[in-house]
């Protein structure tokens, strides 16, 4: 070999290795660049994502047994706190407008007329009103003799007592019975993951939370019944169901009331992301229950992969108010898998795995061994 093409050679292997530790500064793929550089000028010493024009640096959280247990405590508080103050004793039903009274003045059947040929007709179609009375838009009820009574909002005793003191000024001791025909004018609205999603009516008998959802079917499969929004007069209620079950509150004590709508979630709505050295990168979604840990993310998506994954460098990424929040887990002791089983998701969580040092310098070696290869070829041709 003459001295110019181990010269030309030289040069290329030079230029080569130059680009190849260049390159190993920066491995293909995602890579979270942790610092342990101080950050005392913002108060705060910790370990730190490091800044870029995108993002500024981002103060890590790390992961323990205590930090997990005064978020689960956190949570429990607010969601007692809310979930109390949906839970209370049932009114009475009150007459609205729609609805049908059927009224019965004993000793005196030519006041049955008023409705037709009898209160007991079946109404031929499902949408008709039962025979009967119904309270006008303005919420008044007319009877004869009686004249205009305004009834909405009023028990049926009531307006029992209201005709009774009426109808005195003609006849004597009149004896009146009042009572519900159809109710048409308070429902509630249950929607989302359930089999028969609809509208239901409030009746006499108080309409309970399991009352409302068995009326709609029950839950479907994709039901996430952690996540039941509840809106009521213009304010949205989350309620988390196995989490009232387990703090020994009844569902069945949350009475709903006029206009409520329900909103059962599904669970692809609360799914996370998980990305880096898993064996089948993509998201993870809750358990029927709602609940979804980190450690049940990773088994979602096949665990991380072991011979590519530096499991010291586990990474949650969570988004508060616009804000990004970064939780770090070391996971190369078994036991930390205890934290990684409490830990509990939200929704859009990105669970990030980083892979090993070696791991991306062997990938940066497979990309460059053909530029390395051309550039030795080159060298030839030119020679």
């Known amino acids: 070999m003459t001295y110019s093409m181990q010269r030309v050679r030289g040069t290329a292997m030079a230029a080569a290795l130059t680009t190849l530790l ?35 640096a981002i103060p890590i959280t790390e992961l323990d047994l205590a930090l997990v247990k005064r978020f689960a405590d956190q949570r429990k508080a607010n969601q007692d706190q809310q979930a109390r103050r949906l839970f209370g004793a049932p009114g009475s039903y009150t007459v609205g407008v729609g609805d049908v009274l059927q009224i019965v003045v004993w000793d005196h059947p030519e006041l049955a007329a008023a409705i037709g040929t009898s209160q007991n007709q079946p109404s031929t179609k499902a949408s008709d009103p039962a025979s009967g009375f119904v309270v006008d838009q303005n919420g008044n009820l007319r009877f004869p003799y009686a004249g205009t009574l305004a009834v909405a909002g009023l028990r049926t005793d009531e307006i029992q007592q209201k005709l009774t003191t009426a109808l005195s000024t003609y006849l004597v001791k009149p004896q009146v019975t009042v009572r519900m025909a159809s109710y048409r004018s308070r429902q509630v609205y249950v929607d989302g993951e359930v089999r028969s999603p609809g509208a239901f009516s409030l009746t006499d008998v108080p309409l309970s939370f399991y009352d409302a959802i068995a009326r709609a079917g029950g839950f479907s499969d994709n039901a996430d019944q952690s996540d039941v929004v509840l809106v009521r007069g213009g304010t949205s209620h989350r309620i988390d169901v196995p989490r009232l079950i387990a703090e020994g509150l009844n569902p069945s004590r949350l009475y709903l009331k006029t206009g409520d709508v329900l909103r059962i979630a599904p669970r692809d709505e609360g799914a996370v992301y998980v990305m880096g050295e898993v064996n089948r990168p993509g998201s993870a979604v809750p358990r029927r229950d709602g609940a979804l840990t980190l450690a049940d993310a990773i088994s979602q998506v096949g665990s991380i992969n072991s011979n590519t994954a530096d499991t010291a460098q586990m990474f949650v990424v969570r988004s508060v108010n616009g804000t990004p929040q970064v939780f770090h887990l070391d996971s190369r002791s078994p036991v930390s898998m205890l934290v990684a089983n409490e830990f509990e998701l939200k929704p859009k969580d990105i669970v990030y795995v980083d892979g090993s040092g070696l791991v991306r310098f062997n990938r940066v070696i497979g990309l460059l061994m053909p530029l390395i290869n051309t550039g030795l070829t080159a060298g030839v041709i030119a020679k």
Request: with cysteine; aromatic share 6%.
């Open 22 to 56: 260049g390159a190993c500064a920066f491995a293909p793929g995602f890579r979270m660049p942790v610092s342990s550089g101080d950050m005392t000028t913002q108060g705060d010493a910790r370990p730190h994502i490091e800044a870029t024009a995108a993002t500024p």
